[in-house]
């Protein structure tokens, strides 16, 4: 019998060993530690009944070229969902403290990363680093503190989904393309901010998944941003499941036209990036011109817009006057360009908004305003596909893992533009039109 006790007492000493890091980590995590540079260790603690983790990090920021947190994390490879609901430990820190579910190459503080950081301020963003110590770059949501956050990566691409209390994911409109390749970490994270200061966050409902290609069809999803020049950052400011293109500013950078089947919408935007989403686009009524195209600019004194439509449905464009508010729409051009795809010269008087060239309408510019800052800011339109939402909720695995694979990727930029003029870009080629310096 004696001989028998040294080998139950290994194994029991092994258990014992075991047994606190479950306790810490639950069955989903592989590790934890600080990453980057932090005065006050962070920790972990998993709450089985609630299958919660609470997290305790220090560390000055994660932004620029390095990322100081503490970092809870499992080594995945493929195509990866995490996603988790965040709320923080008490009122007390600073606004841009951030929990956040994050994927990244290594352990290293300036890894090459990807997260959907929630701030103490209600902030929620898409973070990403794509290269090794360089600058951090985000693109804001439009929804301030989701009940719920979830990443995915699909191939090269990361999408950000956010949740309200129906726990149903809708895209957030941020995507980003960085490759990972081989083995990297998927986690949760906090950062309090401030080197001197810890602060901790909840994480319910957490999961981590692989995610199989999907055959379900899929749906194209738009989402209409602001981008401030200096940073190239970028903000969301309506994200819906339609094709639409061509933002254009308001004179005074208060809103937004932009075109949608045809037709003309008109996106008001909030007084305060912060503050609530837009409201829902409205409809700017140009019948019986209901087939304009990309084309559309306004006059200088914000009242009128310049339209091109082709009303015959013989894919000739014409050009009409219309004011923003109500009016009908006066056709401008005498005359037509020949139709997409037919041969034969051009008249540049006729040809789409060429022809705005022509357009009489006496009124006196006003001076245009940057929208919301003292920077230019662009707005762009991005497109993505998607596969048909489902009721996917935090506290169900089974609808988690049963997102789409994309069919098509997010689209290049196709139209810019400032308060203070339009740029067009083709393959990468961009001319600016100037429309606030003319003159009565």
């Known amino acids: 019998m004696s001989c028998i006790r040294p080998a139950l007492f290994a194994v029991l000493t092994l258990m014992a060993l075991i047994l606190p890091a479950q306790a810490q980590l639950g069955r989903i995590f592989d590790?934890?530690?600080?990453?980057?540079?932090?005065?006050?260790?962070?920790?972990?603690?998993?709450?089985?009944?609630?299958?919660?983790?609470?997290?305790?990090?220090?560390?000055?920021?994660?932004?620029?070229?390095?990322?100081?947190?503490?970092?809870?994390?499992?080594?995945?490879?493929?195509?990866?969902?995490?996603?988790?609901?965040?709320?923080?430990?008490?009122a007390v820190g600073d606004p841009h403290r951030k929990a956040v579910l994050m994927m990244r190459q290594t352990l290293e503080g300036p890894s090459v990363a990807v997260d959907i950081a929630v701030h103490g301020s209600g902030l929620t963003s898409l973070q990403f680093r794509d290269a090794t110590g360089?600058?951090?770059?985000?693109?804001?949501?439009?929804?301030?503190?989701?009940?719920?956050?979830?990443?995915?990566?699909?191939?090269?691409?990361?999408?950000?989904?956010?949740?309200?209390?129906?726990?149903?994911?809708?895209?957030?409109?941020?995507s980003i393309k960085i490759p990972f390749p081989g083995d990297f970490y998927a986690g949760i994270g906090v950062c309090s901010h401030?080197?001197?200061?810890?602060?901790k966050a909840i994480f319910d409902n957490v999961s981590i998944q692989s995610l199989a290609s999907s055959s379900t069809k899929p749906v194209l999803y738009s989402s209409l941003e602001t981008v401030a020049i200096a940073s190239t950052d970028r903000h969301v400011e309506y994200?819906?499941?339609?094709h639409f293109e061509a933002p254009n500013w308001s004179r005074d950078g208060s809103f937004l036209i932009f075109n949608q089947d045809g037709a003309l919408r008109r996106l008001t935007l909030p007084s305060d990036s912060g503050s609530a989403?837009?409201?829902?686009?409205?409809?700017?009524?140009?019948?019986?011109?209901?087939?304009?195209?990309?084309?559309?600019?306004?006059?200088?004194?914000?009242?009128h817009l310049a339209i091109s439509?082709?009303?015959?449905?013989?894919?000739?464009?014409?050009?009409?006057v219309v004011p923003v508010?109500?009016?009908?729409?006066?056709?401008?051009?005498?005359?037509a360009p020949l139709p997409t795809g037919t041969a034969g010269p051009l008249t540049a008087?006729?040809?789409?908004?060429?022809?705005?060239?022509?357009?009489?309408?006496?009124?006196?510019?006003?001076?245009?305003?940057?929208?919301?800052?003292?920077?230019?800011?662009?707005?762009?339109?991005?497109?993505?596909?998607?596969?048909?939402?489902?009721?996917?909720?935090?506290?169900?695995?089974?609808?988690?893992?049963?997102?789409?694979?994309?069919?098509?990727?997010?689209?290049?930029?196709?139209?810019?533009?400032?308060?203070?003029?339009?740029?067009?870009?083709?393959?990468?080629?961009?001319?600016?039109?100037?429309?606030?310096?003319?003159?009565?």
């Open 31 to 90: 590790g934890h530690q600080d990453v980057g540079i932090v005065l006050h260790p962070g920790s972990v603690l998993y709450a089985p009944a609630t299958r919660s983790y609470t997290v305790a990090g220090s560390g000055e920021n994660m932004w620029f070229g390095i990322d100081d947190f503490h970092f809870v994390w499992k080594k995945v490879s493929g195509d990866v969902v995490i996603s988790a609901s965040i709320a923080f430990v008490g």
């Open 134 to 174: 360089g600058n951090t770059h985000e693109v804001q949501s439009n929804v301030s503190s989701p009940e719920s956050v979830r990443l995915e990566k699909r191939g090269d691409f990361f999408y950000a989904f956010v949740a309200g209390k129906d726990h149903v994911f809708t895209p957030a409109g941020a």
């Open 194 to 199: 401030n080197k001197d200061d810890v602060q």
């Open 239 to 242: 994200v819906a499941p339609a």
């Open 277 to 303: 989403p837009a409201a829902a686009p409205t409809l700017i009524p140009t019948a019986p011109q209901v087939h304009i195209n990309n084309d559309h600019g306004l006059s200088p004194d914000g009242t």
């Open 309 to 320: 439509d082709t009303p015959n449905g013989d894919r000739k464009s014409r050009v009409y």
């Open 325 to 335: 508010a109500v009016g009908a729409p006066r056709l401008i051009t005498s005359g």
């Open 349 to 440: 008087k006729h040809s789409s908004l060429q022809a705005s060239a022509e357009i009489t309408i006496k009124s006196c510019p006003l001076k245009a305003a940057a929208a919301r800052s003292n920077a230019p800011i662009l707005p762009t339109s991005t497109f993505t596909r998607l596969p048909q939402p489902a009721a996917m909720k935090p506290s169900s695995p089974l609808h988690l893992a049963s997102t789409m694979a994309p069919n098509s990727l997010p689209t290049a930029l196709t139209s810019i533009s400032t308060p203070s003029g339009q740029a067009t870009c083709r393959s990468g080629a961009c001319t600016l039109t100037d429309l606030t310096r003319r003159r009565c």
